[in-house]
């Protein structure tokens, strides 16, 4: 069974969006797999890699449409990104430099961060997106 199993409930109803929290879902799955699994520190390192880069991907096409569709809590929505990024750049640092366990911590804290951003920031700001006349892509 899956670390994070993908549900409707976490679908936006914006095709883009809805694909980039599955891959990263798939990130974070693959990384408890790999920490339940004891793998190496190089491979545990490129998935942190990995999910570093795409959430700042996936944080700048996010906000780069909701400035387009003018959401009117864009700046605590980025705000909330920044503030998500640092801390999973904290795990990425501190794991790269000699802290190389991962903690049951971690593995949740990205379980909670990911659903619970997608149930609750990001359904705002898809509201509103999917009902001004901004582009979606």
Do not use: C, M, N, S
């Given at each position: 069974m899956a670390f994070i199993e993908?549900?409707?409930?976490f679908t936006l109803n914006i095709p883009q969006i809805d694909d980039q929290h599955r891959r990263l879902v798939d990130i974070v799955n693959k990384f408890d797999d790999a920490a339940q699994k004891g793998h190496g520190s190089r491979i545990m390192s490129e998935i942190l890699n990995d999910l570093v880069g795409y959430t700042q991907e996936h944080f700048n096409f996010e906000e780069h449409l909701m400035q387009e569709a003018?959401?009117?809590k864009f700046d605590l929505h980025q705000s909330q990104h920044r503030q998500l990024l640092?801390?999973?750049e904290?795990?990425?640092f501190d794991f790269n430099n000699g802290?190389?366990?991962?903690?049951?911590?971690?593995?949740?804290?990205l379980k909670y961060w990911l659903t619970s951003h997608i149930l609750?920031?990001?359904?705002?700001?898809?509201?509103?997106?999917?009902q001004s006349d901004a582009p979606v892509s």
């Open positions: 993908w549900t409707e409930q003018g959401y009117p640092q801390k999973i904290r795990f990425q802290g190389r366990r991962i903690t049951p911590h971690v593995r949740e804290f609750k920031e990001d359904l705002a700001y898809a509201e509103h997106v999917t």
